[in-house]
């Protein structure tokens, strides 16, 4: 089954939960396992966390889009009101993100992660694959 499906929330800890659950449970939905079920939430807890603490716009942009047992996530805070960068600190997202993130926060699991941001006028992005069928069985979902 191929869907995609796009979530815009706060930039707040608890939207980046509420995203996280909502991803899970469309892949659990599709029949892939708990570890890859897993591995999704962290990866996308991981981008989201990122978006709390580094991006400067109000609110973030989950999509994911699954074609066949490849899941595509890209988390954003493009097209969004951004606040002046003196409120921010002007942190380079682009290089924290690389070199903090990419190594750290994410799992093995994550594929063909990218990332970009704070270029000026733009926002963060953070893509990053996750292959769905994986050998496991769907019985192993998580309740």
């Known amino acids: 089954m191929d869907f995609s499906w796009s979530l815009t929330l706060p930039r707040t800890q608890i939207s980046v939960l509420l995203a996280g659950r909502l991803a899970s449970a469309a892949v659990r939905a599709l029949g ?3 570890t890859v079920v897993q591995d999704l ?3 996308l807890h991981a981008a989201g966390h990122f978006m709390v603490i580094y991006s400067r716009a109000p609110f ?3 999509v994911m889009t699954v ?3 490849r899941c595509q996530v890209l988390v954003t805070d493009r ?6 960068a003196s409120e921010h600190g002007g942190t380079d997202g682009r290089r924290v993100l690389q070199h903090t993130v990419m ?3 994410f799992s093995a699991r994550a594929d063909t992660a990218e990332a970009g941001g704070h270029a000026e006028g ?3 992005s953070i893509r990053f694959d996750v292959q769905l069928s994986q050998g496991e069985s769907s019985s192993e979902a998580e309740p």
């Open 32 to 34: 892939a396992g708990s």
């Open 41 to 43: 939430r962290e990866n």
């Open 60 to 62: 973030f942009r989950t």
């Open 67 to 69: 074609t066949g047992s």
């Open 79 to 84: 097209e969004f009101v951004f606040r002046p």
């Open 103 to 105: 190594p750290r926060w």
């Open 122 to 124: 733009s926002g963060v």
